[in-house]
C-alpha cells in the first residue's frame, strides 16, 4: 500500500478544496437555522463532476477508482462548511448509486445512473421502519406478486434525502417461509409511482440541510424490471454493498475533523489568557495533539478500505472498523473543539457548535455502532457476539 497520494491525486485534492470553499456552504449557517436543503449548492457539485466520482464515464460518472474517490470525498468535507450537503451527497452516492451500479441490470444502470451523476435525480436509501431499525431482518414493508410486477405497502423513516429524492433503494419481504435472509427483495421505486408519499421527519439535531422523511408505499405498483438483483436476494444485495457504505460515507467526516484541526490551532494561538497564547496551556495543547492522532488514525483506516476496494477485495472488517472509529473520532474532535473555543464554541455564530451536532448523527446512521462491535466481534470468530442475527 502506497503511503503517499499520486500527482494526479494531490491534483484532485486541491481542486477540490478550491472549488468546495469558493462555491459551496456560503450560507451554511442560514440553511442550518432553516433546515433548507441547498438546491443551488448540489446544482454546482454535479456540474462539478462530484455525484459521479465513483460511476464509470459510460453512465455518465468519472470513473475515479475507490482510492481516489475517498481522497476527494475526503478534500469536499475539508472544504465545505455545509456537512449536510456533503452528507446528502453521501446519501445519493453510497445509498442509492451504489446499488444501482453494483446490481443494476445494463438497463437499469443507463436508466438511473446518467441522471444521478448529473444531479437531475436524487437518490436515497429506504430501510428503515418504525419497527425496524438495526433489525433489519424484521422489516414490515411487503411487495406481493401483482400479476408481472408488484405491489408495495409499507412505512420507512428516516430517509436521508426522502423529501428531495426522486429515486429510492429500498428493501420489502416477498416471502414469509424459508430462512429470513431469503425473504427480502430489494427494489429501485421513483417518487412519480402512484402511493408513493413523501413526508418530512420532525426536525433535527444536527445535518439539517439534509432532508429526512417518512416515505410511504401505499400500494406502490412495481414493475419486475424494478427488482434489483433477484427476487429473495434483497439482504444480499444490501450486505454486498454494505462495506461501501459503512466506510466511504465516512470519508468527508476525515476532511472535517482537519477543518476542526486548524480551527483549533488558530484559536490556540489567537487567544490569550493570563498574559499568553491559551495553546500555552497543555490542557489545550493535548487536546489538539489529540485530534491530530485521531485524524491521521482516521485517514490510515479509511485510505486502506480505499484501497482493498481499488484492488478488487473484500473490506468488510475494515470499513466496520472505519465506521466506528472516524464517527466516534469526529464527535470527540467536534467535542474538543467546542472545549478550545470556550464560549465562543458554544454560540452559533463561529458554526462550532454546529459541527458537533452534525457529528452525533455518525455512530447511528449507516449501523449503530454498538451493533458495528457486535459484527466485529463476529467477524473475529467471537461467537453470539452480536444477538439478533441480521442486524446491520
Ligand atoms: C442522521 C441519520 C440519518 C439516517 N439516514 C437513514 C437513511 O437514509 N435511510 C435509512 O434507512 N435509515 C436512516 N437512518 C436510520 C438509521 O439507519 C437507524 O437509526 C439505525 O439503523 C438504528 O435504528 P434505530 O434508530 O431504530 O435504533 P434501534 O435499532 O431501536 O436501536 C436503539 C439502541 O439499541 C441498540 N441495539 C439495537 N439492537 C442491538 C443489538 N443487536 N446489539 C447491541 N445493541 C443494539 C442500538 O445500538 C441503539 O443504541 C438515519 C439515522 C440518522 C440518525
Redesign the pocket.
Known sequence: MDFELTADQRRLRKEVISFAQKELGREAAADDRDSRFPQEDWRRCAKFGVLGWPVPEEYGGRSLDPLTTVVALEALGYGCQDNGLV?AIN?HLW?CAIHVLLHGTGEQKKRYLPPLCAGTLIG?????EPEA???LLGLATTARRDGDGYRLHGT?C?????PVADVFVTLARTGDEGRAQNQLSAFIVTSDMPGVVKKREPL?MG?RTTP?GVVEFDGTPVSADNLLGRESAGYSVFTSSIEWERSFMFASQVGAMERLLETSVRHANSRHQFGRPIGAFQAVSHQIADMKIRLELARMLLYRVGWLKREGRLALLEATMAKIFISESTVQTAMGAVEVHGARGYLTDDGIERELRDAL?GP????????QR?ILAELLGVHGA???GG??
Open positions: 452528507f446519501n445509498g436515497a436509501q429506504a430501510l428503515s431499525g438495526s433489525d420507512k428516516f430517509i436521508s434525502n426522502g433535527k445535518l429526512m448523527g447511528i446512521y449507516a449501523g449503530t455502532n454498538a451493533v457486535g452480536l444477538s439478533g442486524a446491520r
